[in-house]
């Protein structure tokens, strides 16, 4: 690690661009040999519009908490890696769904594609011209995905257009992943996926494991046993905060919220989603 280059930086303003801020924070070896093309496979080419400002979602680890981590294999630093989860203990995270689902009973309509949002007349529509009315809307979709959107100022109709996405392949492979970690991440450019989910070394009677490619670099002729993810990452450009401030502002003076990884277009975790959609409940209750 370039610790002299690392340490020259302390002092100097943050970037306002990530992948400048890897080299700042970091130094040059851990920005060229993992961070820059780790991202740049995950990312593509959406890479070099990132901003920082989702970064608080990260552990603030100093160079020597990251030092004592190696030597001891303990997590030290303020916020060590994800420092509160919500996952249920048993059954698996399914076992939420399918009781909130229980829950709904009939009220539950699956399987139905949304494609316009009415704010003014609080109604959404589907693609199969069905259209469902309410005192509130609270939305998950991805907001560029609508066909139409009725009620939002032109501008801010326009903005949404410029919110961006990457689109991942996830390819199940049967064979033992030998290794007994995880995830593993892969920088290397010779290789197409950038991670791999090695279910069967934490859950039971799994077998195989997953890999994750961004669209851009997957090769579809290659194989036939994937998973298509056209929303998988928002993405934090530098404009999305203002984009999205503006958008979920105008939609509350409607009674409609925008919730979740899409409807605010933020990188949330599974957890996160449900601790936010119980505290929006309980505020409108
Ligand atoms: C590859 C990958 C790996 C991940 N790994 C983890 C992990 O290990 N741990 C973790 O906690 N989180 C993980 N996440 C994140 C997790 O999936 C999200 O945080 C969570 O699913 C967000 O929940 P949500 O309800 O906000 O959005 P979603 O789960 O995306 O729910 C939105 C729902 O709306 C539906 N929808 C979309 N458009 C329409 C439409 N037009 N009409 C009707 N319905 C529509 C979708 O089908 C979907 O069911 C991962 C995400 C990805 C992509």
Redesign the pocket.
Known sequence: MSIAKAGCNIGTPSPEKFAEWCRWKLGDRIADDYMIPYNEKMFSKYLYTLGTYWLDKLPDVSFSDTIRSCLERVPHAKQPGHANFY?PKKFG?GELWKRTGEALGDKLVLS????ALDLNNHKIR??NGDTYEGDIIVT???WK??DEILGLSDDVLRSIQELKHTS?Y?EYVPERYENEAQ?VYYPQYEISFHRI?ARENFCENSKGYWT?TNADRFNTNTSNKNFF?E???PVNTTGKPEIMSKLLRECERHDVYG??????HM????????D??VALCEEMM
Request: hydrophobic content about 35%; overall charge positive; glycine content about 6%.
């Open positions: 996952y995270y139905k594609k949304v494609n589907t693609t998950t979709v991805p995905s609508y991942i996830v995830w989910l994750e993810n929303y998988a990452y919730l979740g990884r899409w409807g605010e990188h949330y975790n599974s957890d996160i989603v449900v936010k959609a």
